[in-house]
């Protein structure tokens, strides 16, 4: 099984500390500054929009340069070879994948002569920037910190966590000890 995140929609309280979080990990490591998850507030509460890591996985079935692999326990994503054609996003069942693009290094530094491009907000999946080299963009478990995460170690209220196969055994074990004590109150 692979490893993914889930939320507690009845803890979560909508605060952002995990987008902003995320954005500001995988800027500070030179990965495109944008949240790999995102908050939707639903009549049951708010859930997080992320990438599940299937199993089956149909956005590496469908990126025609193989950005996106079946990693040990994860589904990874390459970003200096994905060549933004948005396939992936249009074949997660979960809507996990979003594309996104900042502007060329050459504008970004303050030594070219440049002042920074800021652009607009993408209304679409399918808006693009003249200059602008859009890559897919989704949740990577944070495979660059040796402490997981950091959404799920930032959320003040522990609505985030990482299932693995430990987690699911765990789980699965209580379900099988709740039903057998259930069977035996019967008479």
Sequence with gaps: MNRFIISAAELCKACGACEVACVQ??????????????????????????????EDAPCTDVCPVAAISHGIDTIDLNESTCIGCKM????????????????????????AGHDKITLPPRSSLFEWFAGVRTVAIKCDLCYFRADGPKCVEVC???????????????????????????MSQMP
């Design 25 to 54: 990990v995988h800027a500070a490591v030179g990965l495109q500054a944008y949240p790999r998850l995102h908050e939707t507030k639903t009549s049951r509460g708010i859930v997080h929009i992320q990438c599940r890591h299937c």
């Design 88 to 111: 992936c996003a249009l074949a997660c069942p979960f809507g996990a994948i979003a594309a996104y693009g900042s502007s060329p290094q050459s504008q970004q530094l303050p030594d």
């Design 156 to 182: 003040p209220t522990r609505a985030l966590r990482v299932i693995d196969d430990e987690t699911f055994a765990d789980a699965a074990g209580t379900k099988k000890r709740q039903s057998a004590e259930l």
